[in-house]
């Protein structure tokens, strides 16, 4: 299987598309997976962005295994870019309308996901994350049995390392800005885009996972070294697009156009 390569299964409309942005992290990797739950018809997006051989077997196993739409980068496009990747093949293979969209090392409470599609359904709301539980539970898999409260916490402070949007916050807000590369401020850039547009983004308490944590950066000095740079190289940009450091923005339109 070659790199920049897709294998898609169009079956039928899938109104929940489940995306997940790899760069190795293989075991990690695989207990996402396994902890997917929903009652959603929904398609699976795994989106590799040059992984080594053995996560790239693996991507193709669960492709003949369980139907799992691939798509094989054949390099790092970045965190954003991957994002939009993600949502237009699940529109254009599946006609999805809600988007969740997760990191490849965290673990999903049972009920994480119909509890997120639930939400994001509001119509002030434009995209809900979970609730990250590291901190609350002695072990990771402890997730996995914690009781949801029934009254849920709608909190402005999105997580989005497993977070929701919806096709009406596309047309609404547009893409995630791909300029940011390869990581970070696409969140913070488009959490302000959203209150722009007068819609909210939240993080429902209802809504349970863990994370375990930039297993990537982590795993690989190489791809550390570039996000680091990319990070400074982000923040200049997000200063130069809004005029501050997020929460210190002066300007109401992107580089203060009129």
């Given at each position: ?26 075991e990690?990797?695989?207990?996402t ?28 196993r ?37 988007y ?12 994480a ?5 639930k ?25 996995l ?5 029934k ?44 209150n ?5 983004a ?16 982590k795993q ?21 697009k ?17």
């Amino acid at each position: 299987m070659g790199k920049g390569k897709t294998m898609a299964r169009v079956l039928e409309e899938r109104e929940l598309a489940i995306i997940i942005p790899i760069l190795n992290c293989l075991e990690y990797t695989k207990q996402t997976i396994e902890t997917i739950k929903t009652k959603h018809k929904h398609a699976l997006f795994l989106i590799d962005n040059g992984s080594d051989n053995q996560t790239v077997n693996y991507l193709a196993r669960l492709h003949d295994e369980i139907g799992a739409n691939v798509f094989l980068n054949s390099f790092n496009i970045g965190v954003a870019a991957t994002w939009n990747q993600g949502i237009r093949l699940a529109k254009k293979f599946y006609n999805s309308r809600y988007y969740a969209i997760l990191n490849n090392d965290i673990l999903l409470h049972p009920e994480a996901l119909d509890i997120l599609v639930k939400t994001i359904q509001r119509p002030d709301i434009a995209l809900v994350s979970a609730t990250d539980v590291c901190g609350r539970v002695a072990i990771p898999q402890e997730v996995l049995q914690l009781q949801p409260t029934k009254d849920g916490i709608l909190r402005e402070a999105p997580e989005f390392s497993c977070f929701m949007v919806k096709d009406e916050t596309i047309h609404k807000v547009g893409f995630f800005d791909d300029k940011f590369y390869p990581a970070y401020f696409e969140d913070n850039d488009y959490h302000r885009r959203i209150n722009l547009a007068g819609l909210k983004a939240v993080s429902d308490s209802r809504s349970l996972y863990y994370h375990f944590g930039s297993r990537t950066l982590k795993q690989d000095d190489k791809i550390r070294e570039r996000v680091n740079i990319g990070y400074a190289l982000n923040q200049d940009y997000y200063i130069q697009k809004w005029g501050g450091i997020p929460g210190k923005e002066r300007y109401k339109t992107p580089f203060n156009e009129k």
